[in-house]
């Protein structure tokens, strides 16, 4: 936990900057019966019931002290999805950055072993090389500021039926643009004294100053 909180406090650094990266899914659902858009005088209405079109997949990378943020949809969150994400971050987002500290949680794919078992081993190394993983402690995945982004996205743009996955890409490829027009950054302010004060019963008695 301080390992991640302290790299939270560090100054915006464009050679090593601090990455949080997560994922999630969202049910792509049609409707049964045509919607009824809103008139003078009566709201939009839409019929509970839904016909199912599958899941789809959502990897979220931010750059909260930047207020820079890309989402990648993808039918799925395997071992050469994650690789192809990391090689994505140092390639195509941080070319030019000495070292990429990436802040994830402890799903099982976030490991340089997905790099190794998706690319030979040249390139593997090429891109273990510039990256520096930091893991938050299990059952504390609220420490990733990617969990910030991801709830932004679900409220303003996931909360409502996505019949396809081309309909999905569109719609979050417009809330991101839209985002990092604004440079919309993530004020995080939980530090370490908080942590050792408000959570001291996680630390030996002795050890809490």
Partial sequence: MEDVLELYGEPHDAARPVVCFD??????????????????????????????????????????????????????????????????????????????????????????????ATYPPEEAWRLARRLEFHYTPKHASWLNMAECELSVLSRQCLNRRVTSRERLSAEVAAWVTERNQAQAKIVWTFRVADARRKLDFLYPKELVR
């Fill in 23 to 116: 994922e999630c899914s969202k049910e792509l659902h049609g409707h049964v019966a045509d919607p009824i858009p809103a008139a003078p005088g009566h709201p939009a209405k839409e019929d509970y019931e839904y016909s199912r079109h599958g899941t789809a997949n959502l990897f979220v990378i931010v750059e909260p002290l930047a207020g820079t943020r890309r989402v990648t949809v993808t039918d799925r969150r395997t071992i050469p999805d994650f690789a192809a994400q990391m090689k994505y971050l140092c390639d195509e987002l941080y070319p030019a950055a000495t070292v990429i500290r990436l802040v994830l949680d402890n799903l099982n794919t976030h490991t340089l072993g997905s790099l190794f």
